[in-house]
C-alpha cells in the first residue's frame, strides 16, 4: 500500500506529464486543423482514416462542419407576416394597469416560413418571387474544429505500437519518448 505523500507524488507526477503533453496536443490540433482545413477547401473531404503501420485503421478524425442557420429580425418579420402570412401571428392581452394587447410572431413562424420559403441566395423569397424581410439564410461556415473516434480497441493499439517500437520513425515531439526496435 503506498504512503499519502508517494500517492502525491504519482499524481503530481502524471499530471506534470499530462500537463506537458497537453500543450503539446493543443499546438499540433491547431496545426493539424490547418492541414486537415486545406484538404477539406480542395476536396471537400471531412473524414479522415488514421491507420498505424501495416494499414490497421485505429482511428478516423471528422471536421464538425457548422449548420446553416436563419437570422431573424423579429421586427420586420412581424410586419412583414402582418401583410402576407397573418395566420402565424398571435395577439397577447397584457393586462397589467391599463390593459393592452400586442401583436407577436406565433411560436414557430419562422420555422413554418423557412420550410415554405425558396431561397434565393441568402434571401428567402415567396413562390411569387417577393423577398420576405426578418429572414436570412446564413450558409454553415468553414469548419472550426475535429473530431477522434476510436475504432473498438483503437486506443490500446496505438499504445501498443507506440511501445513496441512501430511508430518509431514518427518525430513525437520533445516530451514524448520515441521508442525504437
Known amino acids: 500500500m503506498t504512503t499519502l505523500k508517494e500517492n502525491n507524488l504519482i499524481f503530481l507526477l502524471k499530471k506534470t506529464l499530462a ?9 499540433d490540433r491547431a496545426e493539424l486543423l490547418e492541414r486537415l482545413l486545406g484538404q477539406y477547401d480542395e476536396t471537400g473531404t471531412k473524414s479522415f482514416t488514421v491507420q498505424i503501420p501495416g494499414a490497421e485503421k485505429v482511428a ?5 462542419e457548422p449548420k446553416p442557420t436563419t437570422k431573424v429580425d423579429a421586427a420586420a418579420l412581424l410586419e412583414w407576416c402582418r401583410e402576407n402570412r397573418p395566420d402565424l401571428l398571435k395577439t397577447v392581452h397584457h393586462p397589467a394597469q391599463e390593459a393592452w394587447d400586442e401583436t407577436v410572431l406565433a411560436d414557430g413562424a419562422a420555422v413554418t416560413i423557412t420550410k415554405e420559403a425558396k431561397l434565393a441566395g441568402t434571401v428567402y423569397i415567396t413562390d411569387d418571387g417577393e423577398p420576405i424581410d426578418g429572414l ?10 475535429f473530431t477522434v473516434r476510436y475504432e473498438k480497441g483503437g486506443q490500446d493499439r ?5 511501445k513496441d517500437g512501430e511508430l518509431g520513425a514518427l518525430d513525437t515531439g520533445k516530451n514524448l519518448p520515441q521508442i525504437t526496435q
Do not use: N
Not at 500537463?19 to 493543443?26: A, L, Q, S
Not at 478516423?60 to 464538425?64: E, K, S
Not at 436570412?136 to 474544429?145: C, F, I, L, N, T
Not at 496505438?158 to 507506440?162: G, K, Q, T
Open 136 to 145: 436570412e439564410y446564413v450558409p454553415a461556415g468553414r469548419p472550426k474544429s
Open 19 to 27: 500537463d506537458i503533453v497537453k500543450g503539446e496536443v493543443d499546438t
Open 60 to 64: 478516423t478524425l471528422t471536421l464538425a
Open 158 to 162: 496505438v499504445i501498443e505500437a507506440w
